[in-house]
């Protein structure tokens, strides 16, 4: 293989996975070219500087043509031929993954049984070379089962699901022709409650690194939404990313590059494998546009033998929007230049053409500064695809996102005063949580509520305090987050003894409190705690504040017009009307 300067990377295959290799490789001094069947009109074959090769990914000749020249070569699609990978390395080639990675992960029963072998958490799966041992499967597993192409499967082509025993001769026909007589197996049925997705990148020195676990939304088996991170709790993406961290190790040293790990999320709390793939996956395209180094670019910096970028999100949260084509380019496109519009949406077109229905064209990048804050653009770009929030029987359902500040008291008798700070943290767009979390008749509740609630991702907690006012002290001392507690007036002291008790905290454990009864201004106080980081939150109070500066001024206006007599009558006549 012969040196060139800058390095070349050839890339087997030409669609938009090449395409956006091929946009990161100037930035770090890589040329690109690629082998597709479309040549140099190929999504990738228009950004490759190197040079195209037109023929098929499997062609052996093609292969060594496209090597000439090449530095190394790596993939945007496993469905090559591993033999062919195998023969380049004989006669010198990097092939990076390696022939042997592809070789694993290419079959997925020979992936599943690589996994089992290392001690990756797997569903139950099994081999089906034949109808007869569907048939098995099914006594040994229940029904529903999935039905799997061993080989050439992707976006849901290759899955079908057996549902009742008349289902088996026709859905075994239709798997086993689809894998080009690759051969079929099945799985277990997961009772999962969400799909998770890794990205890990492995680098030639071994070095390993994951991105952040993401929720993946998948309609008709194919990913059309992607949430980062994921909502669901902080020991399930820690365990989501070790198990996808750990897969890839097992891999051994020809695994590098980058790998899409997709997982689940069982109702039991367990996360399990569900299938690899050797390149960069839907399910990262969001570090695009929310890390400081993406999928991409960290796939390149891999092959290449580069130090390994930064797998962490620069933005508070971020969800990725799949624009599939509807059969005519002009309707299709309608999303495109409404997300152009967006603040903080990015638009990834793929210069496909023509928009076939349901042919990836592109996606939408959103990011926010929080959870609560990405709604807004996400529901609307949801709307414009046609994509309900709501999954039912063709998916799962959207998370909500995760919320900012916990609203919490001692009984429900609190809940009259407390639904004050609630008022507020909506009209600031602010999510959050209410619960009764007694510190006296739940303390293990309360323990667990306080030491966990920053790893679910609050960032501040209001806590009602009524009679025997311990709550906020108590929460304060076993969370590291900022606490404001809300004196409730009682009927025997009216809340002062609650204020006391919040207020003669000992040294080192603070609470914030606020006026007996005034729940608001501690849902203010929350919103400027959360707007101290939030751009977004923090204009929201600037304009809350020039309203109540013009409150004022209009009642002052009024007074010196109608005069004080007269003002005070109509303040009277007011209060009556609300009485009434």
């Given at each position: 293989m012969n040196a060139t300067s800058p390095p070349v990377i050839g890339i087997i295959g030409g669609g938009q996975l090449g395409r956006m290799m091929a946009l990161e490789a100037p930035r770090l001094s890589l040329k690109i070219r690629c082998l597709d069947a479309n040549g140099a009109d190929s999504p990738c074959g228009r950004y490759s500087e190197a040079g195209c090769v037109e023929g098929g990914l499997k062609d052996e000749a093609k292969l060594l043509e496209l090597a000439k020249g090449c530095n190394v070569i790596t993939m945007e699609i496993e469905h090559v031929s591993v033999p062919a990978l195998a023969t380049l390395e004989s006669q010198g080639v990097t092939v990076r993954p390696s022939s042997n990675t592809i070789r694993i992960i290419q079959d997925k029963y020979v992936q599943k049984d690589h996994f089992a072998r290392n001690g990756v958490a797997l569903g139950r799966y099994m081999d089906c070379p034949g109808k007869e041992e569907v048939r098995k499967a099914i006594g040994l597993f229940g029904l529903p089962l999935m039905l799997k192409s061993r080989k050439e499967g992707y976006d849901g082509r290759g899955n079908a699901v057996v549902r009742t025993l008349s289902d088996v001769d026709s859905k075994f026909d239709e798997l086993y022709n689809a894998g080009k007589s690759g051969g079929v197996y099945c799985e277990g049925w997961v009772d999962f409650v969400d799909e998770?997705?890794?990205?890990?990148?492995?680098?030639?020195?071994?070095?390993?690194?994951?991105?952040?676990?993401?929720?993946?939304?998948?309609?008709?088996?194919?990913?059309?939404?992607?949430?980062?991170?994921?909502?669901?709790?902080?020991?399930?993406?820690?365990?989501?990313?070790?198990?996808?961290?750990?897969?890839?190790?097992?891999?051994?040293?020809?695994?590098?590059?980058?790998?899409?790990?997709?997982?689940?999320?069982?109702?039991?709390?367990?996360?399990?494998?569900?299938?690899?793939?050797?390149?960069?996956?839907?399910?990262?395209h969001y570090t695009q546009d929310a890390c400081a180094v993406s999928q991409f670019?960290?796939?390149?910096?891999?092959?290449?033998?580069?130090?390994?970028?930064?797998?962490?999100?620069?933005?508070?949260?971020?969800?990725?929007?799949?624009?599939?084509?509807?059969?005519?380019?002009?309707?299709t496109l309608k999303v495109?230049?409404?997300?152009?519009?967006?603040?903080?949406?990015?638009?990834?077109?793929?210069?496909k053409s023509p928009a076939k229905k349901g042919r990836k064209m592109g996606h939408v990048n959103v990011t926010a500064d929080s959870e609560s804050e990405l709604q807004t653009n996400l529901k609307i770009l949801l709307d414009a695809v046609g994509l309900p929030?709501?999954?039912?029987?063709?998916?799962?359902?959207?998370?909500?996102?995760?919320?900012?500040?916990?609203?919490?008291?001692?009984?429900?008798?609190?809940?009259p005063a407390m639904s004050k700070a609630v008022d507020i943290l909506?009209?600031?767009g602010i999510a959050y949580e209410v619960d009764i979390v007694s510190a006296h008749r739940t303390p293990e509740k309360m323990m667990d509520y306080a030491r966990l609630a920053h790893q679910r991702g609050l960032q501040c907690i209001i806590a009602g305090a009524g009679g025997a006012a311990h709550l906020p002290g108590m929460v304060a001392s076993l969370t590291p987050l900022p606490v404001i507690g809300v004196p409730i007036k009682t009927s025997t002291l009216s809340g002062v003894d609650s204020l006391y008790s919040i207020c003669q905290m000992p040294r080192g454990i603070p609470v914030a409190t606020v006026a007996i009864g005034n729940a608001e201004n501690a849902g203010l106080l929350a919103v400027r705690i959360v707007g101290s980081t939030r751009e977004g939150v923090m204009e929201k109070m600037i304009e809350y504040q020039k309203g109540l500066k013009e409150v004022v001024e209009g009642k002052s206006e009024r007074l010196v017009e109608m005069g004080s007599t007269e003002y005070l009558a109509q303040m009277a006549n007011k209060n009556a009307t609300v009485g009434v």
């Open positions: 998770l997705a890794v990205m890990v990148v492995k680098g030639a020195n071994g070095d390993v690194k994951s991105y952040p676990t993401v929720t993946a939304i998948q309609r008709d088996s194919v990913c059309r939404v992607v949430v980062a991170p994921a909502r669901c709790s902080r020991e399930a993406r820690l365990k989501a990313e070790e198990v996808a961290r750990k897969a890839i190790s097992s891999l051994g040293d020809g695994a590098v590059g980058i790998f899409g790990v997709e997982l689940f999320l069982t109702r039991e709390g367990d996360v399990l494998l569900n299938e690899v793939a050797p390149r960069p996956h839907n399910t990262g670019e960290n796939h390149l910096r891999a092959v290449a033998g580069m130090e390994l970028g930064d797998t962490s999100m620069c933005v508070g949260a971020a969800a990725m929007v799949n624009v599939l084509g509807c059969g005519e380019m002009r309707e495109n230049d409404l997300a152009l519009g967006m603040e903080r949406a990015t638009v990834h077109w793929y210069g929030e709501e999954g039912g029987k063709d998916g799962g359902d959207i998370p909500k996102p995760e919320p900012l500040v916990g609203v919490i008291m001692g009984s429900d008798s609190d809940l909506k009209s600031f």
